[in-house]
């Protein structure tokens, strides 16, 4: 069974920094493109930063610089690594495996100006 657990957000002032964390199970992450989500309220879910088995990243133009998505094969986890953090980052943020059809909970990011 497909399961992705995502954790690390939180409430943090504009210019700080987060990592979130999404740990999967029922695949292997190695072996899929993983990316990440976001979504605010009102709003259709955009791809913020995906990674291929590869370890190719590709980002949303508006988070260059400044996000950095990774992963742990050993621990069959991916990373979000949000730094310089601004006001319109917050949302909540969500991963999936691109072959699969679920999602995770989502995890909340407040950025506080």
């Known amino acids: 069974q497909v399961q992705l657990v995502e954790s690390g957000g939180g409430l943090v002032q504009t210019g700080g920094s987060l990592r979130l964390s999404c740990a999967a199970s029922?695949?292997?992450?190695?072996?899929?493109?993983m990316a990440w989500y976001r979504q605010a309220p009102g709003k259709q879910r955009e791809l913020v930063a995906d990674?291929?088995?590869?370890?190719?990243?590709h980002y949303l133009d508006s988070v260059k610089g400044r996000f950095t998505i990774s992963k742990d094969n050993a621990k069959n986890t991916v990373y979000l690594q949000m730094n310089s953090l601004r006001t319109e980052d917050t949302t909540v943020y969500y991963c999936?495996?691109?072959?699969?059809?679920?999602w995770g909970q989502g995890t909340q990011v407040t950025v506080s100006s």
């Open positions: 999936k495996a691109m072959a699969y059809v679920y």
């Open positions: 029922g695949f292997t992450v190695s072996l899929n493109i």
């Open positions: 990674i291929t088995s590869g370890g190719s990243t």
